[in-house]
């Protein structure tokens, strides 16, 4: 398994998560990121972090509650998610490409659900 992802589960409205991806040596220098899919809608990009610079992107709606971060060492990323919200219910997954805006993602973790009860 090349990225690994982990950390989901119930929270309530309000409340924080950390989402964490393992991935493997191959992806060191990839830009990583985590998407996410909520029932009976498409998959959204969510948030990014470069290899180079570490410069990070974010959708808008999670912009100040939600932090990417990675550590390279240990090659894996996290999302903090705080002040979670009915919204964020969705099954996330973290992706890896050296395309530093992950337009298509060639490998993709097996998503963890995250879910928020009002």
């Known amino acids: 398994v090349q990225l690994q992802a982990s950390g989901g589960g119930l929270v309530q409205a309000g409340g924080s998560l950390r989402l964490s991806c393992a991935y493997s040596?191959?992806?060191?220098?990839?830009?990583m990121g985590w998407f996410r899919q909520a029932p009976g809608k498409e998959r959204e990009f969510v948030a990014s972090?470069?290899?180079?610079?570490?410069?990070?992107s974010y959708r808008n709606s999670v912009k100040g509650r939600f932090t990417i971060s990675r550590d390279s060492a240990e090659n894996t990323v996290y999302l903090q998610m705080n002040s979670l919200n009915v919204e964020d219910t969705a099954v996330y997954y973290c992706?890896?490409?050296?395309?530093?805006?992950?337009?298509?993602?060639?490998?993709w973790g097996q998503g963890t659900q995250v879910t928020v009860s009002s």
């Open positions: 992706a890896a490409d050296s395309d530093p805006i992950l337009r298509r993602p060639k490998a």
């Open positions: 040596g191959a992806f060191r220098t990839y830009t």
């Open positions: 972090i470069r290899w180079h610079g570490g410069n990070t």
